[in-house]
């Protein structure tokens, strides 16, 4: 139970968490990490099972290290995103799913958003919200949204979207965490 929020905008994406990790009715931590830096441009946020998430979230930065040292080039955020979807098709057809679904943003060569999940299935998108808080972020998205905005505005389109879930899903809240990839690196 959590709620992540991705907003993609011509200057870069931004990536926004809730702190709260839950198991049902208990509230095991109030500090939980939730969005993951996997380098300087691209970053991954997660909702679900989050040992599954975090197990995917280092996994592919070993296998992001392998194919640079093997090119001389980093993986694209796509090829990123098709990295973490293959290990979770992987798991599903392997009758031991990984329980996360991700959400993928970075730059390259320009601005990038991804949606990835249990299935492994990739949808790019503007903006994108998972988690069990997702629907009352949807609504805050969908209304304040618009494809002009520069960066400091979908930061705080993602920041109140983070916290109406916080204000009516009960397994999201404590906290918010925030970050942002531009052109010059992350923040």
């Known amino acids: 139970m959590t709620t992540v929020v991705g907003i993609k905008t011509q200057g870069g994406v931004v990536l926004a968490s809730d702190k709260r990790a839950s198991k049902g009715f208990f509230i095991a931590s109030k500090e ?21 998430a975090e197990y995917l979230v280092h996994l592919v930065q070993a296998q992001r290290r392998l194919i640079e040292l093997e090119r001389g080039y980093k993986p694209s955020v796509f090829e990123t995103t098709r990295l973490i979807a293959n290990s979770a098709y992987s798991g599903l057809r392997n009758y031991a799913p990984f329980l996360a679904e991700f959400i993928v943003a970075g730059i390259d060569t320009e601005p990038r958003l991804y949606s990835t999940d249990v299935s492994g299935a990739i949808s790019p998108e503007t903006f994108v919200s998972n988690g069990s808080g997702s629907p009352i972020a949807y609504g805050v998205l969908e209304s304040t949204y618009k494809d002009t905005m520069d960066i400091k505005q979908a930061e705080a389109v993602a920041r109140e979207a983070v916290k109406a879930a916080m204000q009516r899903d009960p397994g999201s809240g404590d906290g918010l965490e925030v970050l942002v990839i531009a052109a010059g690196g992350s923040r």
């Not at 300087?40 to 909702?47: L, Q, V």
């Open 32 to 52: 939980a990490q939730k969005i993951f830096k996997i380098d300087e441009f691209t970053a991954s946020a997660i909702a679900g099972q989050v040992s599954d």
